[in-house]
């Protein structure tokens, strides 16, 4: 038989990789936070979310996507969604792994060891993450509620996924979502027109009736939502369950399934409301701070999922170059290719270092700095390493060329990830609106001082240190807006340099230094100086 080619020259699948074990910046960060937390659950999670199992999951629940069923065969209104059964298992792993509700039960550094836990679950598959972020985000807003805290707090907590739309009394377990966005508010909720009106009250205590559509309104089968309606005092906070106290369903009707670009497993939808039963939240009137709450907690997840898909993106590019060859030698042989792999790097270890020092805030509800770091680093967070996701993932395909780019039935992981990179930029507040939330932020408190302190034990780096000295300055006499975006770009970098100065190695944290600190950078990745130890870099992040 004639034989047309072989397959050679071509790099194996990066599978049954211990995602934690190898990711040694996230490791040292863990150990600079939290000395004392228990790894024996991360290092579980970590060898399982790694595996060729779990990897055909994400890839079968992305390729077979949700399916929206309106009615049943008989004519009924039944509004809901049908999934793949690797998207349940992917639910299943999350939700048994304390994603969603668990930190909210209290123990020592619990947000930050769920953090690292939704990092490492990024790196597998971040689209199913969406109802466990904002099951994580919502559960603590309850509290507004006495009543649906007492019956829903324990079920938010619970590590059993239960998919069935059944009342909460006959669940193991809940999820919950958000239900915000309308057709010409967007991001201005204050333009909501969905209508409540006071229709009684019950054990769950003051009881409206919903009209109005949202126009993004995601992981539709969640067992209940927080939504936005204006009350007759104004924008108020409302819990809305998919089934009522009397086992029907509630009059939530979806219109339908949004056509994404990426984040495919998930099920983002349109809704309205036709006399939907909600209960008030806090009081009428007070709905913007309370989903500004909220809002905290998801954007702190933005920030988490994109460091992990820049991890992941940045293992591909790692593991593809060390198998390929070209022109004699490996991809990560060559001087170009070095220097592109060790800058990647670089802004990897970056991301994750900062999005787990904001989630160290959130272990510390009673330190002031803490809880004044929390406030400042959440919209700069959520700006840099958002913004910056979708430049590393072209660069990160790019170390693939043309495979990179292949989809391949859901086998090309690096293009699910460019897919999905510009979701978190978006989600929860796009680059414009967490500059003015920093603003917001820099009217209160002193905030030049705290990070004066923040930044204080990293000193010795000159250009850290003329940056450090400057910064305070800034932040004091910030005026308008025209200048947010480049100050929450400096404060991020800043941050970022200290962190690693102080738990990362050397070679990286001067290498970021001169990079991104000092300006000896150029205007697209692989342009380190080239007195940074490119070799030390990228043994660090090798996936290996």
Not at 276 to 304: F, H, K, N, S, Y
Not at 345 to 369: G, N, Y
Not at 495 to 506: F, G, I, N
Request: proline share 4%; with cysteine; hydrophobic share 45%.
């Amino acid at each position: 038989m004639d034989q047309t080619h072989e397959v050679f020259n071509q790099s194996s699948a990066l599978v049954d990789v211990d995602l934690f074990a190898t990711n040694r910046g996230l490791r040292d960060a863990l150990a600079f936070h939290a000395p004392g937390l228990q790894l024996a659950p991360l290092q579980a999670l970590g060898q399982a979310l790694g595996t060729a199992t779990m990897q055909g999951h994400a890839r079968l629940a992305n390729v077979h996507g949700p399916q929206l069923h309106t009615h049943d065969r008989f004519g009924r209104r039944v509004d809901e969604v049908e999934f793949h059964p690797s998207y349940h298992a992917l639910m299943a792993a999350a939700v048994g792994a304390g994603l969603h509700g668990t930190p909210w039960a209290g123990g020592a550094d619990a947000h930050l060891q769920r953090a690292a836990g939704f990092m490492l679950f990024t790196e597998l598959e971040p689209s199913v993450l969406c109802p466990v972020s904002m099951t994580y985000a919502v559960a603590p807003a309850l509290r507004g509620n006495a009543a649906v805290h007492a019956d829903w707090s324990r079920k938010l907590q619970s590590r059993w996924y239960d998919p069935v739309l059944r009342f909460v009394a006959d669940k193991p377990g809940v999820t919950m979502g958000m239900g915000m966005t309308e057709k010409q508010g967007g991001s201005d909720v204050r333009a909501n027109t969905t209508q409540a009106l006071h229709d009684g009250r019950d054990g769950w205590g003051e009881r409206y009736a919903l009209t109005g559509h949202k126009w993004f309104f995601s992981a539709p089968m969640c067992d209940a939502f927080l939504v936005l309606a204006q009350a007759p005092s104004g924008l108020s906070c409302f819990f809305l369950p998919r089934v009522l106290p009397d086992g029907t369903r509630n009059a939530v009707r979806i219109q339908r399934l949004k056509d994404k670009l990426g984040n495919k497993a998930n099920a983002s939808s349109e809704v309205e409301f036709h006399g939907a039963q909600a209960w008030l939240v806090g009081e009428e009137g007070r709905g913007v701070p309370q989903i500004l709450e909220m809002g905290t907690m998801t954007r702190l997840d933005c920030a988490l999922g994109t460091s992990g898909l820049m991890r992941q993106a940045l293992a591909l590019a790692l593991h593809h170059t060390a198998e390929r060859t070209a022109f004699g030698k490996t991809l990560a042989s060559q001087p170009l290719m070095r220097n592109v792999l060790a800058d990647l790097a670089l802004e990897s270890e970056a991301a994750t270092a900062l999005a787990l020092r904001l989630a160290h805030a959130f272990d510390r509800p009673d330190d002031a700095h803490e809880q004044l770091m929390a406030r400042l680093l959440t919209p700069v967070a959520k700006f840099w390493i958002c913004k910056r996701g979708s430049a590393f993932g072209q660069e990160a395909m790019e170390c693939l060329g043309g495979n990179g780019y292949v989809e391949e039935g859901g086998e090309g992981v690096m293009a699910r990830i460019y897919r999905e990179m510009p979701l978190n930029s978006i989600w929860e507040g796009a680059g414009n609106i967490m500059a003015l939330d920093l603003l917001r932020v820099l009217r209160k408190g002193d905030v030049g001082e705290a990070l004066a302190a923040e930044l204080a034990p990293a000193r010795g780096n000159k250009a850290l240190d003329r940056l450090a000295t400057v910064l305070p300055q800034r932040i004091a006499q910030v005026e308008g807006e025209a200048q947010a975006r480049r100050l929450a770009e400096d404060i991020a970098l800043a941050v970022q340099a200290a962190l690693l100065v102080r738990h990362s190695t050397p070679a990286v944290a001067d290498a970021f230094c001169a990079s991104r600190v000092d300006g000896d950078w150029g205007r697209s990745f692989g342009s380190l100086p080239s007195a940074c130890d490119f070799d030390a870099i990228i043994a660090r992040a090798t996936p290996h």
